[in-house]
């Protein structure tokens, strides 16, 4: 069966949640029988998100083939199970770079470059590529930004040309709109829904369908005024409520008949739907009982999507042990020596994510020695890892001269560093191993006992290694190095065995919990600060 395309817009505000709504679409499909894969296409001119501040963009999530891509891709991977690779993240800084470059290889034959039709074909052969490369059922793609954004504009003329070369039967438009609730009135206003359609139907697409976003009931009169006026059928208008759980999003559209009237209209030969699980999942997530206190130690805490995997992680793994996590969100810079037992006493575990710089790193340190210390829980992530190895050095090794040389190129014993010489036979992505790389496990270590296997993969973003040539010291003064590359002998995973639970990775884990597979990593610290605030 030939790939069907599903285009996923929004319009009147940003934020509305297009990503989730896309992955709620996803997932009711997938459980259907279908293969589902997902693309997003953002209209900024950067190449990817990697060199863009967290201020800016939130985190930077890396597929498993090693792309930087949106955050959004998390969600998508994280609903519907799949890993997605870079074909599925497009932005128009990719679409320009790679136009400008057939221009200057003559490519064109000397043809005047312009907007249609050179760009919008390469945004459709790109949209093409990912489903050639994923040969899935249906691609649904996502739109970043809002109808009316200038940026958008060729990204909204591929889509509707590609009706025109797929056929009606192979693409389906969905609008996202903003429903606003005037509290003061008490009313819900949808007009800002029929302007929005109206930019895209000035756009040449009409969409198929339309999802409400409302943080109240829209009564049935609302509903078929929205029909009417947008020129959609009533049974392809759908609300989104503002849900308190999440995860409900795909039960209460499934429930509306949004998976139905999808594959009804592209005609797709599907099986009934089958959510016991994801229903099971949500029931118990909703039963959680008592909440853990996970301390996060970062540079960016005041922008929480700079952590959203990371926050995702903690909560699939707080759900599998039926608690709450209450993430206590400690900027690192404000952690001193003085105040560091204060900020850190009602924490059950402490959590240090990836990060680059040295700002902060100080106050991070500080949160490790803290939890070696005092016998708390602590789980390290990339940078987390490299700073655990530094504090080690400093403190238990007495090493005063050791240090990243990230931080201090100098410095007398670089613990951390580039080691290019340690990267011959690995592919980098630009200056940073990117994506995943395997990674063996020794024989009775704590990460071993929580993977369940000999071999892992898991994904990579950083610059900085370990430097091997000080492994012995480390493990004479108690260190185990418990996850080794099997292809550069670079370390993966340390860990103390006289710790009630203290393990750091070089890799990032929070990129492969799901919701109903949590992370090993994030698992094993969770139930490790369950048994703390038990006493244990």
Same mark, same amino acid.
């Given at each position: 069966?030939?790939?069907?395309?599903?285009?996923?817009?929004?319009?009147?505000?940003?934020?509305?949640?297009?990503?989730?709504?896309?992955?709620?679409?996803?997932?009711?499909?997938?459980?259907?029988?279908?293969?589902?894969?997902?693309?997003?296409?953002?209209?900024?001119?950067? %190449?990817?998100?990697?060199?863009?501040?967290?201020?800016?963009?939130?985190?930077?999530?890396?597929?498993?083939?090693?792309?930087?891509?949106?955050?959004?891709?998390?969600?998508?991977?994280?609903?519907?199970?799949?890993?997605?690779?870079?074909?599925?993240?497009?932005?128009?800084?990719?679409?320009?770079?790679?136009?400008?470059?057939?221009?200057?290889?003559?490519?064109?034959? !000397?043809?005047?470059?312009?907007?249609?039709?050179?760009?919008?074909?390469?945004?459709?052969?790109?949209?093409?590529?990912?489903?050639?490369?994923?040969?899935?059922?249906?691609?649904?793609?996502?739109?970043?930004?809002?109808?009316?954004?200038?940026?958008?504009?060729?990204?909204?003329?591929?889509?509707?040309?590609?009706?025109?070369?797929?056929?009606?039967?192979?693409?389906?438009?969905?609008?996202?709109?903003?429903?606003?609730?005037?509290?003061?009135?008490?009313?819900?206003?949808?007009?800002?829904?029929?302007?929005?359609?109206?930019?895209?139907?000035?756009?040449?697409?009409?969409?198929?369908?339309?999802?409400?976003?409302?943080?109240?009931?829209?009564?049935?009169?609302?509903?078929?005024?929205?029909?009417?006026?947008?020129?959609?059928?009533?049974?392809?208008?759908?609300?989104?409520?503002?849900?308190?759980?999440?995860?409900?999003?795909?039960?209460?559209?499934?429930?509306? !008949?949004?998976?139905?009237y999808v594959t009804e209209r592209l005609k797709l030969e599907a099986k009934e739907a089958d959510l016991t699980?994801?229903?099971?999942?949500?029931?118990?997530?909703?039963?959680?009982?008592?909440?853990?206190?996970?301390?996060?130690?970062?540079?960016?805490?005041?922008?929480?999507?700079?952590?959203?995997?990371?926050?995702?992680?903690?909560?699939?793994?707080?759900?599998?042990?039926?608690?709450?996590?209450?993430?206590?969100?400690?900027?690192?810079?404000?952690?001193?020596?003085?105040?560091?037992?204060?900020?850190?006493?009602?924490?059950?575990?402490?959590?240090?994510?990836?990060?680059? !710089?040295?700002?902060?790193?100080?106050?991070?340190?500080?949160?490790?020695?803290?939890?070696?210390?005092?016998?708390?829980?602590?789980?390290?992530?990339?940078?987390?890892?490299?700073?655990?190895?530094?504090?080690?050095?400093?403190?238990?090794?007495?090493?005063?001269?050791?240090?990243?040389?990230?931080?201090?190129?100098?410095?007398?014993?670089?613990?951390?560093?580039?080691?290019?010489?340690?990267?011959?036979? %690995?592919?980098?992505?630009?200056?940073?191993?990117?994506?995943?790389?395997?990674?063996?496990?020794?024989?009775?270590?704590?990460?071993?006992?929580?993977?369940?296997?000999?071999?892992?993969?898991?994904?990579?973003?950083?610059?900085?290694?370990?430097?091997?040539?000080?492994?012995?010291?480390?493990?004479?003064?108690?260190?185990?190095?418990?996850?080794?590359?099997?292809?550069?002998?670079?370390?993966?995973?340390?860990?103390?065995?006289?710790?009630?639970?203290?393990?750091?990775?070089?890799?990032?884990?929070?990129?492969?919990?799901?919701?109903?597979?949590?992370?090993?990593?994030?698992?094993?610290?969770?139930?490790?600060?369950?048994?703390?605030?038990?006493?244990?």
């Amino acid at each position: 069966m030939a790939t069907k395309y599903i285009f996923v817009t929004g319009g009147v505000v940003s934020s509305l949640g297009k990503g989730i709504f896309a992955s709620s679409l996803g997932l009711l499909l997938k459980s259907r029988g279908l293969k589902v894969s997902m693309m997003k296409l953002d209209p900024y001119l950067n %190449i990817d998100p990697g060199t863009m501040s967290p201020y800016q963009h939130g985190e930077v999530f890396v597929t498993a083939d090693g792309a930087e891509t949106d955050l959004d891709l998390g969600h998508y991977e994280r609903w519907i199970d799949t890993n997605l690779s870079k074909e599925c993240s497009l932005t128009s800084g990719k679409i320009y770079m790679s136009v400008m470059e057939k221009e200057r290889r003559g490519d064109y034959l !000397g043809a005047c470059i312009q907007v249609i039709p050179h760009v919008t074909d390469e945004i459709k052969s790109k949209i093409r590529d990912a489903a050639k490369a994923a040969k899935p059922d249906v691609l649904i793609c996502e739109i970043g930004g809002t109808v009316g954004d200038i940026e958008s504009l060729p990204f909204l003329e591929a889509i509707r040309e590609m009706r025109l070369e797929e056929g009606f039967d192979s693409t389906f438009y969905v609008h996202n709109t903003l429903v606003p609730y005037l509290r003061a009135a008490e009313e819900t206003k949808t007009k800002p829904t029929q302007h929005s359609v109206k930019e895209l139907l000035q756009l040449g697409i009409q969409p198929d369908a339309i999802v409400l976003r409302t943080e109240v009931p829209l009564s049935e009169g609302q509903l078929s005024k929205i029909s009417l006026f947008c020129n959609v059928p009533s049974k392809g208008v759908f609300t989104a409520l503002d849900e308190k759980v999440v995860y409900d999003l795909p039960l209460h559209l499934h429930e509306q !008949g949004l998976d139905d009237y999808v594959t009804e209209r592209l005609k797709l030969e599907a099986k009934e739907a089958d959510l016991t699980r994801w229903s099971k999942w949500v029931d118990s997530f909703k039963e959680r009982k008592g909440t853990l206190k996970i301390a996060l130690v970062g540079k960016y805490v005041e922008l929480k999507d700079a952590y959203l995997s990371v926050k995702s992680a903690l909560v699939h793994a707080g759900a599998e042990v039926g608690k709450h996590i209450e993430i206590l969100w400690i900027k690192s810079s404000t952690i001193t020596p003085e105040n560091v037992s204060t900020i850190l006493k009602d924490a059950q575990g402490i959590l240090v994510p990836g990060g680059f !710089g040295e700002r902060g790193s100080e106050g991070k340190k500080l949160a490790i020695c803290y939890a070696r210390e005092n016998k708390i829980p602590f789980l390290g992530i990339c940078f987390g890892m490299q700073l655990a190895l530094i504090e080690f050095a400093q403190n238990v090794l007495h090493w005063q001269d050791a240090d990243s040389a990230e931080f201090d190129p100098q410095c007398g014993r670089p613990v951390i560093d580039l080691l290019r010489g340690q990267y011959d036979g %690995i592919e980098l992505g630009g200056t940073m191993r990117l994506g995943n790389y395997p990674c063996l496990l020794k024989d009775g270590s704590l990460a071993k006992k929580l993977y369940q296997k000999e071999e892992i993969e898991e994904r990579h973003r950083h610059r900085y290694e370990f430097n091997s040539r000080f492994k012995k010291d480390f493990e004479d003064a108690g260190m185990v190095f418990s996850g080794i590359n099997p292809d550069s002998q670079l370390v993966e995973i340390c860990e103390l065995p006289t710790h009630p639970f203290f393990i750091a990775s070089q890799f990032h884990p929070e990129f492969t919990s799901r919701p109903l597979k949590p992370n090993p990593l994030f698992y094993g610290f969770i139930s490790a600060a369950l048994k703390k605030s038990k006493g244990e």
